[in-house]
């Protein structure tokens, strides 16, 4: 087989797979957002054989081969010198993807399926229920999963495999070296914050009517560019983004009338995820690179959007009298300047999800640390809830009066996903170098956020970021439009500066 017919076929079996992954996502966004709830367990079926379809696709020996014969191997992943650099591109990702399926053997992958599944209902209802020790035994298995998983993968130290995982390249040790810095100069913050007189948030509790809050965020999405042509948006208990196609990106979202703004905030920060996707550049389409460099870049700019632009002072000199005039009832006599003092509320609290853009990375710096020292044996999972207590205490000055609100808040290690929490306090660190490169470009930045002219912003991340898709790794990304490796410098000089006027 010539080197040219191995590299077409491999191109050919990885469109196969990236289709059949889009047609998992469309039933597991059906399942989130308008499944009859009657069929929820025929959906799971449905769910589990397709994705046994897909592993088993991902790991066919002809993939080996083919890889093989292009010189892609571990070791060298993107293969031959000879090759286009967009070729050497693609097997370098192809290469991880089929690595990390591959290594793991299928009895491990099944059973983790299945513990999974358990350890989610019974996270669940321990959280319902707020009772930890009821989810000990899952936890500890999901533990023991993970541990197994990056081993397979070949890491000497597991928790590295799992960082690696969501963030390629990321370190404990690399990760710490911002993270620990990052929280103490944070704590320093808001520690200065707390002992100023605090915004009134009063007007931001009164009941808003849902329908022109949905009113206000899709026109918020028309205005900064999200193109209806090429996605949607629905309703969903939890925020998400989907990619069901290179044409096809969904969001979803929800409403409350006592909290206006949470709403829209997270319309905006799912948008910042959809405008990455479908930025992507068409000669990706439908293969591997069609798809966001990391978790962490991702969500630079799902959290850019939401909080640099959509919280600004700039941006709400733009919207605030639309805004206000949709709710006269609520915001008559409101200035813009309390509007933008009571959504830019500091106050360190026990929920991740709820918290304002300072003390949100210190949800993250508490959780790193917890999980470092499960997997280095330091910790055991049943000592989580009190060492969760303590650490809430140490990073964030309060401490949760139940496990509810502590450490059965999130999801995400019910189903084994460590190493996933610092890609969000990494995305606050690349959003601002990003943001930092581009006000230098556009140093009249603010007057296009007052303006709603949104286009040369997406045009400039579209240019720099989001073109490349997978092509450049996040250290490789960061470094080509900054100059520089993960810095929390620009981060804080944005928070001290924008706190400072606030506060
Ligand atoms: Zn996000």
Sequence with gaps: MTKESALTRLKQLDARLANLSHSLAILNWDQETYLPSGAVEERAEQLSILRGVIHDSAVEPELGRLLERLGSTTDNPSGDEGLAAIDRDFLRVFRRDFDRERLLPPDFVADAAKAEGLSQAAWSKARNNDDFSFFLPHLERMVDFARRRALYWGFERPYDGLLDQHEEGLTEVSAEAVLTPL???????????????????????????????????????ELIGFDFNRGRIDISAH????????????????????????????????????????????????SCLA????????ESQSRLWENVIGRSRAFWRGRFSAFAALFPENLDGVTLDQFYRAINNVEPSLIRVDADELSYSLHIALRFNLERRLFS?????????????????????????????????????????????????????????????????????????????????????????????????PGALINQVTGKSLDIEPFIDYLESKYAELY
Excluded at 291 to 298: E, P, V, W
């Design 239 to 286: 925020p998400f983004t989907t990619t069901l196609g290179s044409d096809d990106v969904r969001i979803t979202t929800r409403f409350f009338a006592n909290n206006p703004l949470s709403g829209l905030f997270s319309t905006i920060h799912e948008a910042g995820h959809a405008l990455y996707e479908l930025g992507i550049e068409p000669v990706l389409r439908g």
């Design 183 to 221: 929280a103490e100069k944070l704590k320093t913050l808001i520690k200065a914050i707390m002992a100023k007189p605090k915004p009134d948030t009063s007007f931001l509790t009164r009941p808003y009517d849902i329908d022109k809050q949905k009113a206000f965020s899709r026109s918020t999405l």
């Design 377 to 473: 044996g330091d910790l055991a999972v049943s000592d989580l809830p009190s060492a969760w207590r303590k650490g809430m205490r140490d990073y964030l000055g309060v401490e949760p009066e139940n496990d509810r609100d502590g450490v059965l808040q999130d999801i995400h290690w019910s189903f084994g996903a460590f190493g996933y929490f610092p890609s969000y306090a990494l995305g606050n660190l690349y959003g601002l170098q990003f943001w930092r490169e581009f006000t230098k470009a556009r140093p009249d930045y603010e007057t296009l956020l007052l303006d709603g002219e949104f286009k040369p912003i997406l045009d400039w991340f579209g240019a720099r970021i989001h073109r490349y898709g997978r092509r450049l790794s």
């Design 291 to 298: 798809s966001g460099s990391s978790m962490g870049i991702h």
